[in-house]
């Protein structure tokens, strides 16, 4: 993929370019962000986010299809993340991952690196020996589906408990359950503040899996609360919604 020039707009495509971005947000959480804000429109194919000085700051999320990331470049146009305002475009070249669902993927020759006088050596080692992990498992457990190589998932804390159970009278503050290991005060903020009259988030010291979230009135927040009960901020989190008990 290529990011977009300052001419203007390229053609739709499934996958858009995010620039723009706080430059001092971690690869991990920068991309756990992402995938929190813009899981909301549509199937997520995969984040790419790069380490290096000249990568930092911008991103490329690829949706499934051209309507989910059209509506999240609407959408999202301008959103406050990490204090800083997006930037989004579409990708000029369709990626790798909607190449491959398409048909129209094509294995790009690496003989060129492998073979020959002039050859570059491939100096990566195999994840047996101390090298990277592959992508797709990397990606997993960004999401919550996998555990590192030669260890079983702990038990989860939160699948022992008994759900709360929340109020069903119209509230003010939102009580929020069955909340991702990775969850973060900004992720909720940046995921509620596009409703009007949100206030702040509240996370609880010592659980994850729960937090609060306040708007002015009941309506505002029974808004929120229509729009996002059972979200899924991950593939196997989906956010559970109540009315905070008065």
Do not use: C, W
Not at 104 to 113: A, I, L, V
Not at 115 to 141: C, F, H, I, S, T
Request: no cysteine; aromatic share 8%; proline share 8%.
């Amino acid at each position: 993929m290529t990011a977009p020039s300052s001419r203007g707009m390229y053609p739709p495509s499934p996958s858009i370019y995010v620039n723009n971005l706080n430059d001092k947000v971690k690869k991990e959480e920068l991309k756990k962000s992402l995938y929190a804000i813009f899981s909301q429109f549509g199937e997520i194919l995969e984040i790419v986010a790069g380490k290096s000085l000249k990568a930092r700051g911008q991103a490329f999320v690829v949706f499934k299809d051209i309507n989910s990331a059209s509506n999240a470049l609407r959408s999202m146009q301008g959103f406050p993340f990490y204090e800083k305002p997006m930037r989004i475009n579409y990708a000029k070249k369709k990626s790798d991952a909607v190449a491959k669902l398409d048909g129209t993927y094509t294995p790009k020759d690496k003989s060129k690196f492998t073979k020959g006088a002039g050859a570059v050596k491939d100096k990566r080692k195999p994840y047996d020996q101390g090298g990277n992990e592959p992508k797709r498992l990397m990606d997993n457990m960004l999401i919550g589906n996998a555990a590192p190589p030669g260890m079983q998932p702990p038990p989860s804390a939160a699948a022992a408990r008994q759900p709360i159970k929340g109020s069903g009278v119209p509230h003010k503050i939102l009580f929020l359950q069955n909340l991702p290991q990775e969850t973060t005060e900004m992720m909720m903020t940046m995921l509620f503040e596009q409703f009007p009259g949100f206030k702040e988030t509240r996370l609880v010291p010592g659980r994850h899996d729960i937090a609060f979230v306040e708007f002015n009135s009941d309506t505002e927040a029974a808004q929120a609360k229509t729009a996002l009960n059972h979200f899924k901020i991950t593939p196997t989190n989906a956010m559970q919604i109540t009315f905070a008990n008065k």
